[in-house]
């Protein structure tokens, strides 16, 4: 996963210990928050050829999709489709499951770069609107943020 994310520029470059959160359900119940990693492997080796990784605030019902890549060469055959798709589904059951309001936040929320097109279009196939921007959120280079949200209620 993280070799993956490394060869994307456009990815969240984690460090190793970061992703482990996301594995680790001893740790999501300590802080609260409930992280999830899913993998898309192909082939009869299953190679892993990309990841997403979501979280769900438990207080307030907040889900985002944190961060994802698919390696190059595995590039539109429909793989970031399919994790988003997972995610929202997983970020649809985590509501589903936990007594909060029915007031509280229905969204998936996330940020890309605007410039990031592949990722913009990919999430707006997915029903993602955008919500607002976030100035100069992106370093290496500066740039604003677009922020989106897709409500998980319209999941077919
Ligand atoms: C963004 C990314 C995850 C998309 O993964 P993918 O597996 O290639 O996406 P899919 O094949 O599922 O594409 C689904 C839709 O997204 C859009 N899309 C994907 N790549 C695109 C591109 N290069 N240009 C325009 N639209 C694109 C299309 O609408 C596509 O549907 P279509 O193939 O029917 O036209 C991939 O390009 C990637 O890993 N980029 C680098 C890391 C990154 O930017 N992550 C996001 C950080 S916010």
């Known amino acids: 996963v993280s070799a993956i994310s490394n060869a994307a520029s456009t990815a969240a470059q984690w460090e190793l210990e970061t992703y482990r959160t996301f594995c680790s359900p001893a ?5 609260k928050v409930a992280k999830v990693l899913f993998v898309a492997c192909v082939g009869s080796r299953q190679n892993l050829v990309g ?3 979501f979280q769900a605030i438990l207080a307030t019902g907040e889900c985002g999709l944190e961060n994802m890549a698919v390696a190059e ?20 059951g985590w509501r589903a499951a936990a007594p909060w309001d029915s007031g509280q936040d229905e969204n998936v929320w996330l940020e890309v770069r ?13 029903g993602f609107i955008e919500a607002g921007r ?5 370093s290496h280079p500066i740039e604003d943020a677009l922020l989106m949200r897709r409500n998980t209620y319209l999941l077919a």
Do not use: D, M, Q
């Open 27 to 31: 740790e999501e119940t300590a802080c």
């Open 51 to 53: 990841f997403a990784a």
């Open 73 to 92: 060469e595995s590039r539109r055959s429909g793989i970031g489709r399919r994790l988003l798709s997972s995610g929202l589904l997983w970020c649809r």
């Open 114 to 126: 605007p410039s990031n097109r592949a990722a913009v279009h990919l999430y707006l196939k997915a």
């Open 134 to 138: 976030r100035s100069g959120y992106y």
